[in-house]
């Protein structure tokens, strides 16, 4: 019964989402659905915040390798959990918003969390640059095609790019190297996304039908599928 | 006095009324110069202009197409002074009478509409609606429509291409997944990245480093989510046999509690549930760039010897592969989502494109049923291909010859895959 169950549902709430594509009076129920599962989300987060209290007090009671990290995790956790639950600081009552400007949630989400995941954000620019010198090293005929693509395209995108090629007479100005990075963006690279995402709708469809028919099951943690 | 005199008398007397009746003229016209303001506010000049402008006209109101009887649509020509240029009109307002009662307005619209879509009706309510043009200081009203009411359609007409390529390639992936069952062989190509999942295990055994395997940080509401799973199912019954560590911090609490009875099944699968542990599976954050800073925090401090980042990824794509890349892990990545795909390319050894992301968990089982789904997939493919050819080879010969046919074909190829 423990896996039935679940499996009933989905085949259930499947079949039913797929009808409300064709039949208007159940038309609203995708919305509805997605509103159930974000309360049940909502619940969950016991499940995941007593989990992260859990193993990082475990990981310090027991002083295993790296444990002043969990410091800065619970100690990061409970107060901030403290400042949006007790509204420590909010210039209103307690009924007031928990983000109001002066409070200590919001002094420690503004000036600590927001940097935090701004310098991480950040690093994004140097990881694409070395992954850039890795992509385009022009090992094989792939890749120097890779390679000569992304010189036009970056090239283009640079006023250098339009000075180079100005000179030449209005009946070659697709081989300008503006226009060249345009059409290279509009013709090869977007077919090719095309049939990328052609292929994706397909994917989640056949996905999709062995969820709902239960030939896949290996998610409900059935041992069997 | 002569005649003659009285016309001498007149002529001496000219210039000074010449001057006079030119003075008068010009402080008159000085006057009238300063006084035109007050005189074109004061004077209702342009009130009796904006009085006058003409209000919508054909106001009528229809059932909005395939709803549930909670719409009504409204249209209208709007009025004759909504030029652009001119902009005497400022807007238009909507008004509403439901049964006979008093009128609400509904909609503020800006110069240039010419429709009001009114949601959230009842099919058991009558409606009236009227829509009053406005100027600076004047409004004009429209006649008001007659009584109607929402009605409900039950099936949407407007849908029927899709239902029908649904119907196809959902009756194909059914009717394949029925032939695998009665043992027919079914041809599937190699993917790599999926080939090397044995040899990506094995090489995390050799090293004695755990396997970090990441799904995304999407809920359990997202197919590529799923899909994850579905993979780490195969992959936890390879990690029990080779007896390895698997390392998974996720970033909703959902995830982790179906990816550790996920893992649970495979040890089970295995013959190993009793090298299974909760802590396996550990929930980090849901923020996005504070899961990242984890993630990377265990694999520069851990070092995996392998990394699978399978699932939905957005700008922290790259982050997590060029980190995992930097402590030598092999990465096996797949995602949905094409912007991200070249970073995967970029920084993994084996990327699963689009697609092979949801066929993975089908082909590392091996099972035939599943295989049968995959192969379903290969009509909707053929008629994708196919609508594109038509569409393609329609479009060239309209424009070359200007047959109308084609035309029409192309419009048909068109809204074969879209929807009202």
């Known amino acids: ?225 | 006095m002569t005649k003659h005199q009285r016309k001498d008398r007149h002529s001496r007397v000219g210039p000074a009324t010449l001057l006079i009746t030119v003075s008068v003229f010009f402080t008159a016209s000085l006057s009238l110069a300063q006084s035109e303001p007050t005189v074109s506010d004061s004077v209702p000049v342009d009130s009796q202009a904006v009085a006058s402008i003409a209000p919508v006209t054909s106001l009528i109101v229809e059932d909005f197409k395939y709803d549930d009887g909670e719409k009504l649509l409204l249209s209208w020509i709007p009025s004759i002074d909504d030029v652009p240029e001119v902009g005497r009109i400022t807007g238009y307002e909507v008004y509403r009478i439901t049964d006979g009662g008093e009128p609400e307005k509904i909609g503020d619209l800006v110069a240039g509409k010419n429709s009001y879509e009114d949601d959230g009706l009842s099919r058991e309510s009558q409606y009236q609606y009227y829509v009053v043009a406005l100027s600076d200081g004047g409004s004009a009203m429209s006649v008001m429509t007659a009584p109607s009411s929402p009605e409900r359609e039950w099936i949407n007409f407007g849908r029927t291409n899709l239902f029908l390529v649904a119907l196809i390639i959902g009756g194909a992936i059914i009717f394949f997944i029925g032939s695998a069952r009665r043992g027919k062989k079914l041809f599937v190509r190699k993917i790599a990245g999926l080939e090397a999942v044995d040899e990506a295990i094995g090489r995390a055994t050799e090293m004695g480093r755990p396997i970090l395997f990441i799904p995304g940080i999407r809920d359990m509401d997202d197919v590529q989510t799923l899909a994850a799973l579905t993979i780490l199912g195969r992959v936890a019954e390879q990690v029990a046999n080779y007896d390895v560590q698997i390392r998974m911090p996720v970033s909703r609490s959902l995830v982790m509690t179906a990816a550790r009875e996920t893992i649970k099944a495979g040890f089970q699968t295995a013959g190993r549930p009793d090298a299974y542990n909760d802590d396996m599976v550990n929930y980090v954050t849901d923020e996005q760039f504070g899961y990242v800073a984890a993630v990377d925090g265990v694999m520069v401090r851990e070092k995996p010897a392998t990394v699978f980042l399978l699932g939905a990824f957005f700008a922290e794509s790259l982050i997590l592969a060029e980190t995992g890349n930097s402590v030598g892990a092999i990465q096996i990545a797949g995602t949905a989502r094409p912007a991200q795909l070249p970073f995967f390319v970029a920084a993994c050894d084996f990327t699963l494109i689009g697609e092979e992301l949801f066929a993975a968990s089908a082909y590392l089982s091996g099972e035939p049923k599943a295989l049968g789904s995959l192969k379903g997939q290969d009509v909707g493919k053929g008629i994708a291909m196919a609508a594109i050819l038509i569409g393609v080879a329609s479009a060239t010969l309209a424009e070359l010859t200007g047959w109308g046919a084609m035309t029409s074909l192309l419009e048909i190829m068109k809204g074969l895959f879209s929807s009202q």
Do not use: C
């Open chain 1, 1 to 225: 019964m423990r896996r039935e169950i679940p499996l009933a549902i989905t085949i259930f709430v499947g079949f039913l989402l797929i009808f409300s594509v064709f039949f208007p009076p159940v038309e609203d129920l995708g919305e509805n659905f997605s509103l159930f599962f974000d309360i049940i989300a909502v619940f969950a987060f016991f499940l995941g915040g007593g989990n992260l209290v859990r193993i990082h007090g475990k990981k310090l009671l027991k002083r295993k390798p790296d444990w002043a990290f969990s410091i800065v995790t619970l100690v990061g956790f409970f107060l901030m959990l403290a400042a949006g639950l007790f509204k420590i600081g909010n210039p209103g009552d307690i009924s007031s918003n928990v983000t109001a400007e002066g409070s200590l949630f919001a002094i420690m989400y503004d000036n600590i969390f927001k940097p935090l995941g701004a310098t991480m954000y950040a690093l994004l620019a140097f990881f694409v640059a070395s992954a850039s010198y890795r992509a385009f090293r022009a090992k094989n005929r792939e890749a120097t095609i890779l390679l000569s693509a992304a010189f036009v395209i970056l090239l283009g995108s640079t006023p250098l790019g339009a000075l180079l090629t100005s000179w030449m007479p209005d009946s070659l100005s697709i081989l300008e190297i503006p226009n060249l990075a345009v059409w290279i963006l509009s013709s090869p690279n977007l077919a090719g996304q095309r049939a990328i995402i052609i292929g994706i709708g397909l994917g989640v469809v056949s996905m999709s039908l062995r969820l709902i028919l239960g030939v896949e099951r290996s998610y409900l943690g059935d041992e069997g599928a």
